[in-house]
Nanobody
Framework: QVHLVESGGGLVQAGGSLRLSCAAS????????KAWFRQAPEKEREFVAV???????DYAESVKGRFTISREDAKKMVYLQMNNLKPEDTAVYYC???????????????WGQGTQVTVSS
């Protein structure tokens, strides 16, 4: 069992930055791949970024060059640094963990509760 807790969301002006954090606990050894997804009202949950145990990462095209995913395994933490935020980035952001490198919701077993990010224009 893996427990994930996100933090760091809030209200920010367009062009600003936020860093989201995700703290993991429990039996994390079999869920080494970590990812961020987001979900806006009336939309499906969409992939944002993923990172594996060797720190290889992939990003959605819409956030490339602006967002960076990273991890500190000794602290069981994963982060999402978000720069140059746009109003269309407004969503609930979710941390996820699983055993394989993927970009679909179905690739991940464990999920956090989500943290709201609102970007004003």
């Amino acid at each position: 069992q893996v427990h994930l807790v996100e933090s760091g969301g809030g209200l920010v002006q367009a062009g600003g930055s936020l860093r989201l954090s995700c703290a993991a606990s429990g039996r994390t050894f079999s869920s080494i791949v970590k990812a961020w997804f987001r979900q806006a009202p009336e939309k499906e949950r969409e992939f944002v970024a993923v990172i594996d145990g060797e720190e290889s990462a992939d990003y959605a095209e819409s956030v490339k060059g602006r967002f960076t995913i990273s991890r500190e395994d000794a602290k069981k933490m994963v982060y999402l640094q978000m720069n140059n935020l746009k109003p269309e980035d407004t969503a609930v952001y979710y941390c996820a963990a699983g055993g394989r490198f993927g970009t679909s919701v179905q690739d991940f077993v464990h999920w956090g509760q989500g943290t709201q990010v609102t970007v004003s224009s």
